[in-house]
């Protein structure tokens, strides 16, 4: 009969033991749900605040290798590879295209302009806006000939390229010097070996041509030591 | 017996080895090569490229920055004695740096990308360009 009543008390202390916490948690006292509801305002705020130092609005250039439906690879303006992911959300345009544009009119090789969230830690862009575009070309190097007749100019880059550039009415010629300042110039004003600056359209069929819309010389710079080299040679061989 | 016999064998193969091992160490150190055998290789130290004479940093704008205002704000640092080409889509200018090499200018850029090109170039015709793209846009997304 002890052991009976010995057991039946353990049993009930046991119970008692875990029915108790249960039974006040399942009562919240209000302060207890205001630091709830606080601590759930913290986890928001600081998840949206890791959200918006992780993601930022960025806008970049590049050229097209490869097109998905859901991914454009690029080569960015600095040479590297980059990965553009496209949703329903991105809206893609073309100034030449009649109609509507999509993501299968882009083409490889086209140069694109996006405009989207970059993600710091994946390292990608997801795009909200990408339109094909045209850069201007811009070269720097010195003058190789002057050719008065047809109203080009030869110019060697620094990188080694010959580039053969078109003057035409459209294009307007500055000069730069200490004394006088960045000033308006002429086709009429460029000599052989001036140090100069292109800015215009490459050529569709011949890569080494372009049309110049700007063309800023220096009369009172050198050419780059490089160029002078290479300029030597060219002299060389046309003579 | 048997264990004794193995025990036997592996001390003396052991010793064996040893003995070869030190043989063979004493037939190396002695052993003279005749110079005609001898190679001498000498590596050639690589020309040192000479450091370019003009530098050329960016502060604004940053890569890939969206902005919201078409008139933006280019400001560096170079050498003093350079000159400064500043060059966008639809703008270009040729500014002098400030005694200390500063230099700061505004640009009108156009609606999306814009690409802006600022070239430094020295009097003795060295150059260094930085490529910067900047976009226009008010869209919110």
């Known amino acids: ?239 | 017996m048997k264990t004794e016999k193995l025990v036997l064998s592996f001390i003396a193969t052991l010793f064996g080895l040893l003995a070869a091992g030190i043989a063979f160490y004493f037939f190396q150190a002695t052993k003279i090569v005749a110079p005609s055998n001898t190679k001498v290789i000498s590596f050639a130290s690589p020309t040192p490229t000479p450091a370019p004479s003009i530098f050329l940093t960016l502060d604004r704008p940053k890569d890939e920055e969206v902005v919201t205002s078409k008139i933006l704000i280019i400001s560096g640092k170079t050498n003093s004695n350079a000159a400064v080409v500043v060059m966008t889509d639809s703008f270009e200018d040729v500014i002098t740096p400030s005694n200390n090499g500063d230099f700061s200018t505004t640009v009108s850029i156009d609606d999306g990308q814009n690409i802006v090109e600022v070239t430094a170039i020295a009097p003795n015709g060295e150059s260094t360009t930085v490529k910067k793209t900047v976009t226009y846009s008010q869209e919110e997304f």
């Not at chain 1, 948690?25 to 928001?44: G, H, M, S, V, W």
């Not at chain 1, 010195?142 to 880059?157: C, M, Y």
């Not at chain 1, 200490?178 to 000599?191: D, E, L, P, T, V």
């Open chain 1, 1 to 239: 009969m002890m052991r009976k009543i010995l057991s039946l008390l353990l049993i009930v202390n046991c119970s008692l033991l875990i029915v108790a916490p249960l039974a006040h948690a399942a009562t919240p006292t209000p302060d207890d749900k205001i630091q709830e509801l606080r601590n759930q305002l913290i986890t928001n705020i600081a998840s949206r605040v890791a959200q918006l130092k992780l993601v930022e609005k960025r806008g970049m250039i590049g050229k097209v290798t490869n097109v998905t439906n859901i991914q454009i690879t690029v080569v960015d303006t600095l040479g590297n590879t980059r990965f553009i992911d496209v949703d329903e959300l991105t809206k893609f345009s073309s100034p030449n295209a009649k109609g509507t544009y999509g993501i299968s009119d882009i083409a490889k090789d086209a140069t694109v302009g996006v405009l989207g969230l970059y993600n710091k830690e994946s390292r990608r862009i997801l795009a909200r806006f990408v339109n094909v575009i045209t850069i201007p070309f811009i070269i720097h190097g010195g003058v190789a000939k002057i050719d008065d007749e047809n109203f080009s100019i030869s110019v060697t880059t620094i990188g080694g390229k010959q580039m053969t550039v078109d003057v035409e009415n459209l294009t307007r010629t500055y000069s730069y010097t200490q004394s006088a300042g960045y000033i308006r110039s002429g086709f009429s004003k460029i000599q052989e070996n001036y140090n100069i600056i292109v800015k215009g359209t490459l050529s569709t069929n011949d890569k080494n041509k372009m049309t110049a819309t700007r063309i800023i010389i220096f009369p009172e710079i050198p050419a780059s030591p490089k160029v002078n080299s290479m300029l030597d040679k060219v002299n060389k061989s046309s003579q």
